[in-house]
């Protein structure tokens, strides 16, 4: 079993940055393809960013692509999420997932909550205008 936990999330303006950070303990992260999802006040939880196991496969939800960039530190067994040119519908509480099995190869699959298996509390993003 893994323990996930995300960090960096606060009140940002429009237009500013934030890293956000998922820090696995329990299991290597090395293991698991990962993602981060994000929910809205009153809204669904949405898929945002995924990398495959290895690092060298991304996908990205259409709306943070070119903005948002997901990496991985398999040393330091920890996830990141860079938030570039942040926008006020970026604002929610942002999630981290680990997908045991890695086995997806398509957006599709990687963008499926059910894909996924482990998960953290969540961090609160707020973007003012």
């Known amino acids: 079993q893994v323990q996930l936990v995300e960090s960096g999330g606060r009140l940002v303006q429009a237009g500013g940055s934030l890293r956000l950070s998922c820090a696995a303990s329990?299991?290597?992260?090395?293991?698991?393809?990962m993602g981060w999802f994000r929910q809205a006040p009153g809204k669904e939880r949405e898929f945002v960013a995924a990398?495959?196991?290895?690092?060298?496969?991304?996908y990205y939800e259409d709306s943070v692509k070119g903005r948002f960039t997901i990496s991985r530190d398999n040393a330091e067994n920890t996830l990141y999420l860079q938030m570039n040119s942040l926008k006020p519908e970026d604002t929610a509480v942002y999630f981290c997932?680990?997908?045991?099995?890695?086995?997806?190869?398509?957006?599709?699959?990687?963008?499926?909550?059910?894909?996924?298996?482990?998960w953290g509390q969540g961090t609160q993003v707020t973007v003012s205008s």
């Open positions: 329990g299991r290597t992260l090395s293991r698991y393809a």
């Open positions: 997932a680990a997908d045991v099995e890695a086995r997806c190869s398509s957006y599709t699959c990687y963008a499926e909550e059910l894909e996924y298996d482990y």
């Open positions: 990398i495959s196991r290895s690092g060298g496969t991304l």
